[in-house]
């Protein structure tokens, strides 16, 4: 009973003659070892192409909590207002050559919109059966908006309440001016 034993097409014989746990030849750099209440963090663009800018600002009637998100030739951008701001949508526009005005669709629909509003929600297309809600055009306006004035593919999420359409003109003059800054 020497050697790879009966049958099998001698599958363990080519492994017991070349293999050994003990071998140096395989030189492999250690896996990162966590430190004790700490994240491993993976490097990601050293170059900085992907920046993340957040700040809040104390707008007339609510306070509005803002983030960019810069990639490469790609914005994320995120309004939320109030105490506890939601993710409640999300649209995306990026410029085609076949029309001056982007191209704009709803990736995340309007769960939480009022039945008050048209359509009340939804998601998916770039609008519903019944209409799109206003909760959803406003996310598809400024990403169509930002991605006309950028030149980028523009990914936003406006959480502001429909009630206040002043807010969300103020939101976004405050979007435009720290693209501006930010040399967008």
């Given at each position: 009973?020497s050697g790879g034993g009966g049958g099998g097409g001698g599958?363990?014989?080519?492994?017991?003659?070349?293999?050994?746990?003990?071998?140096?030849?395989?030189?492999?750099?250690?896996?990162?070892?966590?430190?004790?209440?700490?994240?491993?963090?993976?490097?990601?663009?050293?170059?900085?192409?992907?920046?993340?800018?957040?700040?809040?600002?104390?707008?007339?009637?609510?306070?509005?909590?803002?983030?960019?998100?810069?990639?490469?030739?790609?914005?994320?951008?995120?309004?939320?207002?109030?105490?506890?701001?939601?993710?409640?949508?999300?649209?995306?526009?990026?410029?085609?050559?076949?029309?001056?005005?982007?191209?704009?669709?709803?990736?995340?629909?309007?769960?939480?919109?009022?039945?008050?509003?048209?359509?009340?929600?939804?998601?998916?297309?770039?609008?519903?059966?019944?209409?799109?809600?206003?909760?959803?055009?406003v996310s598809n306006g400024m990403a169509q908006r930002l991605?006309?004035?950028?030149?980028?593919?523009?990914?936003?999420?406006?959480?502001?309440?429909?009630?206040?359409?002043?807010?969300?003109?103020?939101?976004?003059?405050?979007?435009?001016?720290?693209?501006?800054?930010?040399?967008?």
């Amino acid at each position: 009973m020497s050697g790879g034993g009966g049958g099998g097409g001698g599958s363990g014989v080519a492994y017991d003659d070349g293999y050994s746990d003990s071998d140096s030849g395989n030189e492999f750099a250690p896996p990162p070892v966590p430190v004790k209440d700490a994240c491993v963090v993976t490097p990601v663009a050293p170059s900085g192409v992907i920046t993340e800018t957040s700040w809040t600002v104390e707008a007339p009637g609510a306070v509005l909590h803002f983030q960019i998100v810069r990639l490469h030739e790609q914005l994320y951008v995120w309004v939320g207002a109030g105490d506890t701001p939601a993710h409640g949508e999300l649209s995306m526009a990026v410029k085609t050559r076949m029309s001056d005005t982007p191209s704009v669709t709803t990736l995340l629909g309007a769960g939480g919109a009022p039945a008050s509003s048209a359509g009340g929600g939804g998601g998916g297309g770039a609008a519903n059966a019944a209409g799109p809600s206003l909760i959803d055009s406003v996310s598809n306006g400024m990403a169509q908006r930002l991605a006309k004035r950028t030149g980028m593919c523009v990914v936003a999420s406006c959480n502001l309440p429909h009630d206040l359409a002043d807010l969300q003109v103020f939101a976004e003059r405050t979007l435009l001016a720290k693209l501006k800054e930010l040399g967008v």
